[in-house]
């Protein structure tokens, strides 16, 4: 039997440094294509806040930049929007991820709308087939991978001990949330050929895709009322 990659085979790196941050601007900004991912204290996005962001441009490699963990070295939420807000906001480079409308909302709640939104695995999938059960990332990684992902678990435990993601130490948290990104790239190919085998591919780029930030702008409304 085929034993199944781990994160092992997948490369990351800890942005953590201004000279870090200014040397992935600049691969960013030579990007067709961002996957985009963040890690937050809460799964519920009015509650969350901001740990660290997930960027992948290659499907093998993610790169972590810590905001918002407790302890060890970061960097200014300002410093890293001022790097990324024009690579993530030019139009000619499109940003891909796994429900996208969460991070959307929670990077634009930190202050930073990105866009064009080009692809959204988890969408992707459930149009694919609305009865999957595979619309979690780590199941859809397994699936149609075979690529063992770490549970978010194996991190913050469960139960009443549970921790939250600030809690966890940056250099564990670096290569879960970079593998995170990196995946998202493996995917997308898969899931366009599927798209189009379907012929729901017009109706994904058309339709699905740019609901997105008017989902995202509705239940952003919706709490506040």
């Known amino acids: ?33 961002i996957a985009v991912d963040t890690e937050t204290t809460d799964t519920d996005v009015m509650k969350a806040r901001l740990v660290g962001i997930s ?17 060890g070295q970061q960097l200014s939420i300002n410093e890293v929007f001022r790097v990324l ?31 064009p939104l080009r692809f959204d695995t988890m969408i992707a999938e459930w149009l694919i087939n609305p009865a999957s059960r595979n619309l979690g990332l780590k199941n859809l990684a397994w699936v149609r ?4 992902m770490t549970q978010i ?30 995946i998202v790239l493996q995917l997308i190919p898969l899931l366009q050929a599927d798209l189009r085998q379907q012929e ?3 109706l994904f780029n058309t339709l699905e895709m740019p609901l997105i930030p008017v989902l995202a702008a509705m239940e952003e409304a919706g709490i506040l009322l």
Do not use: C, F, W
């Open 1 to 33: 039997s085929l034993e199944p990659e781990s994160a092992a085979t997948l490369q990351s790196t800890l942005v953590d440094t201004l000279e870090g941050l200014e040397g992935l601007g600049a691969i960013l900004e030579k990007a067709d294509l």
């Open 85 to 115: 807000s024009g690579p993530l906001t030019v139009p000619k480079i499109g940003k891909a991820g796994h429900n996208l409308k969460y991070d959307y909302l929670v990077l634009k709640r930190a202050g930073l709308a990105i866009s």
């Open 55 to 71: 960027l992948a441009v290659q499907p093998g490699h993610g790169y972590y930049i810590p905001v918002g963990h407790q302890q």
């Open 145 to 148: 991978l075979g690529y063992e």
């Open 153 to 182: 678990e194996a991190l913050i435990g469960k139960g009443r001990g549970q921790k939250t993601m600030d809690e966890v130490p940056i250099s564990e948290a670096a290569d879960y949330a970079a593998a995170d990104a990196a």
């Open 200 to 202: 729901a591919e017009d």
